[in-house]
């Protein structure tokens, strides 16, 4: 009856004196760090260089204290049974028969008789320690990002023999976030803990409450099958808050997709409304000047990389205007030579603008290749924050911002200069603007030169979140249709509002129907709403309408 018991204690006893290891660590770091920059390090090292189990389990700990650069290497090399020692000299060396490295440097070993060296001995309890010298290590360690990762790694496990080295991680923490998380790991630790009293634990989980993470959620489940009465209560109800709370946050962040979507959805379209709207042009190769934005980008980042590569970082501020000049330079040179002669015969027009993204297709597959090419992000647009509950990438949030800009200057454009007087004068009829002298052919052009380079400037905001390829365009002309003819036929306002309304419903969609069946359901309900409403959401007079 009792023999079997004995390894379940003798396992406990490791992990009590793991986490007394720890603690040693933690506390004897200062001192010990102190100690190896006042005596040779290899004097430290040459602790290892013995047969003595008890020896080495007290040079583990010193060590993982002493701050040598090594000294991780070291440890990992000992669990692998890869470290060496030379008896004469007392000097360590990782690795096998092929491959030496010399301990204290670092640095290739060369010149060493492999067979005079001595392996490093392995029992239980030097095992032991170099466990629990491993996670003193991360938690201790100068990196932060290794802090980080130990401290997870500890939430994770939830070891109770790392308490110790946690509170003494904590106490030496002064990043805000691996602190958070280091609170988060003695809360479970002390939570899950059979000895702790009930008073602690309350505390620990309200401290898990606070934090309110997605992870808290598994961790209070936890808590409340390993305890009970008030415990077990106080994590119940905390779990049952946090996922009432992480729900609304799930909401916020689907409308944050939704409204990440519809932004590029509104820079697809948007140019798309200027041409449809003013002349009533069905363009099928709209797509394909997003694509030479796109393809401006690259142009502009490939020379900055060999050129100037300080000038990375302002890539895009570049790009933006050549994207608009080289795509609005090509849309007038369309219009002259092709748009003007079939005004007024939509399906020849459609034909031809289908055939002219073909051929602009195979002119970039033929200059740049059918490959994808890469268009680096800025650094200013790279990573990702937390707010509140949400997750929010830099560069999706700069594309919303530069969507919104875009909106702005069109709307200042049309309503403050005269070119835009004569662009909407033409939309809402063009006969009378024409006998007022405005020269009717003269705005065509620019306009369809204007949503062309509008066109282009998205191209390169969509460099940043899709691929770069001859193909970019075709899987955004379907959905600028569905926005601009939703919105209102030449109404700016409109396209904004269908294109983030839009967006925002598909991401709603998409979890219960998927991303195919969600945009299938979108396009019926469009089909079905302009039955009843033919004109959009905001209609305007236009040459649809003097027909």
């Known amino acids: 009856m009792f023999r079997p018991a004995r390894p379940m204690f003798s396992q406990n006893f490791r992990r009590l004196r793991a986490g007394v290891l720890i603690a040693l660590f933690a506390l004897l770091s200062p001192l010990a760090l102190a100690g190896a920059r006042a005596d040779d390090a290899d004097d430290l090292l040459a602790r290892f260089a013995t047969d003595r189990f008890p020896d080495l389990e007290k040079a583990i700990p010193a060590l993982a204290a002493s701050g040598l650069p090594t000294a991780s290497a070291i440890i990992e090399a000992f669990m692998a049974n890869q470290l060496r020692y030379d008896p004469g000299d007392k000097r360590l060396y990782i690795g096998d028969d092929n491959a030496l490295v010399d301990a204290r440097t670092g640095a290739k070993a060369t010149g060493i008789d492999v067979s005079e060296l001595k392996r490093a001995r392995l029992n239980n309890g030097v095992r032991t320690a170099l466990q629990a010298a491993q996670g003193a290590l991360g938690l201790m360690s100068p990196d932060p990002v290794k802090r980080r990762s130990a401290a997870e790694a500890v939430l994770k496990s939830r070891d109770p023999a790392q308490r110790a080295g946690v509170e003494a991680a904590l106490a030496a923490e002064k990043d805000p976030q691996i602190r958070d998380i280091f609170a988060q790991a ?69 409308i944050w ?42 142009v502009t980042q490939d020379w900055i990389r060999t050129h100037n590569p300080a000038l990375f970082d302002y890539s895009l501020m570049i790009a933006i205007p050549l994207a608009f000049v080289v795509t609005g330079a090509v849309g007038v040179v369309v219009e002259r030579s092709i748009i003007r002669f079939l005004y007024g015969r939509p399906l020849e027009t459609l034909l031809a603008t289908f055939g002219l993204s073909l051929i602009l297709q195979q002119a970039v597959r033929t200059m740049f290749g059918a490959n994808n090419r890469e268009v680096g992000a800025p650094a200013f647009m790279s990573g990702s924050f937390e707010f509140g509950g949400l997750v929010i990438t830099s560069g999706r949030m700069w594309i919303i911002v530069f969507a919104l800009g875009v909106f702005a200057a069109l709307q200042v454009l049309l309503r403050l200069t005269p070119f835009g007087l004569r662009m909407r004068a033409v939309t809402q009829n063009r006969r009378m603007a024409s006998a007022m002298g405005i020269d009717t052919n003269r705005v065509d052009a620019l306009a369809f030169g204007l949503g062309s380079g509008i066109a282009g400037v998205a191209g390169v905001a969509l460099s940043q979140i899709d691929n770069v390829s001859p193909n970019l365009g075709q899987s955004y002309i379907i959905d600028s249709f569905m926005v601009v003819v939703f919105g209102g036929v030449g109404s700016l306002w409109g396209t904004l509002v269908a294109a983030l309304s839009l967006g925002v419903v598909n991401k709603f969609l998409e979890p219960f129907a998927g991303a195919v069946l969600g945009k299938i359901a979108l396009l019926v309900f469009i089909i079905l709403f302009i039955q009843k409403r033919p004109r959009g959401l905001f209609a305007l007079k236009g040459r649809a309408v003097e027909a």
């Open 186 to 254: 003695r809360a479970a630790l002390i939570a899950l803990d059979p000895t702790a009293d009930e008073i602690q634990k309350l505390e620990a989980v309200g401290a898990i409450r606070a934090r309110g993470s997605r992870d808290s959620i598994a961790l209070l489940s936890a808590i409340a099958g390993a305890n009970k009465d008030r415990v077990k209560a106080a994590a119940e109800d905390a779990s049952s808050t946090l996922q009432a709370r992480l729900a609304l946050w799930n909401h916020a962040q689907n």
């Open 257 to 298: 997709y939704g409204l990440s979507l519809g932004s590029v959805l509104l820079l697809a379209a948007i140019g798309l409304a200027i041409t449809f709207g003013v002349m009533g042009v069905i363009n099928m190769a709209h797509g394909e000047m997003v694509m030479i934005g796109a393809y401006t980008t690259f």
